[in-house]
Structure formats: structure tokens, C-alpha cells
């Protein structure tokens, strides 16, 4: 259950982190509630799925995973907003891979 709390929560961080620039930026609510609940279910399935990858690999594959379908929508109509959109999934799933396992592999303090 821990696992599933810290996903969802780093999740939600990395969602608003994404839609603060899509909010300056006067897009629609429908793509900005979109790109924060992606955010949510890629934090979810970062921080529950077992790939024996590095963290920072597996947050940007899981994230690009779940991109997947939205993208080749939005490539349809728009391919130069993809651009910013990959850097965005790049980075942020990388950040989100990285913090959900060192959040959930902390080690308790040792006394010395």
C-alpha cells in the first residue's frame, strides 16, 4: 500500500509540474486534466511494476508507454506540439522513476 500512496502522490507532483506551463499557456482543461492524470497512472505503475531497469530508464519508458495512444492522436493534428510534449515525458519520467525509487528504498538511519 505504500508503494501505491508514493506513486500516486510523486504522481501528482510531476502532473502539476506538467500543467503549470500548459496553464500559462491558455490550453484547454481537457488537455491539461489529461496530462495530470496521465502523470497519476504513470506514477502508479512506476512505483508497482518490476522491471529490473535503471529507475530513471524505467520512469521514462513506463511514461512514454502510457504517452503512447494520446500521442499518435495528437501527432495527428499537431506534430510540432509533440516536441515539447517528449521533452517534457523525458524529463519528467525520468524525475518521477528516480524520486519513487529513492522515496521507496530509503534506508533507515544507522547508528554508529
Same mark, same amino acid.
Given at each position: 500500500m505504500k508503494k501505491i500512496r508514493i506513486g500516486l502522490l510523486l504522481g501528482m507532483v510531476a502532473g502539476i509540474i506538467d500543467v503549470i506551463p500548459m496553464i500559462i499557456q491558455n490550453l484547454t482543461w481537457d488537455a491539461n486534466l489529461s496530462a495530470f492524470t496521465m502523470w497519476i =497512472? =504513470?506514477?502508479f505503475l512506476i512505483a508497482t511494476v518490476d522491471l529490473n531497469i535503471n529507475s530513471i530508464l524505467k520512469g521514462i519508458l513506463i511514461a512514454f508507454l502510457v +504517452? +503512447?495512444?494520446?500521442?499518435?492522436?495528437i501527432a495527428w493534428r499537431e506534430p510540432v506540439s509533440l516536441i515539447p510534449i517528449v521533452i517534457m515525458t523525458t524529463i519528467l519520467g525520468g524525475l518521477l522513476g528516480f524520486s519513487i525509487n529513492k522515496t521507496l528504498t530509503k534506508k533507515p538511519n544507522s547508528k554508529k
Open positions: =497512472v =504513470v506514477g +504517452l +503512447l495512444p494520446s500521442a499518435i492522436f
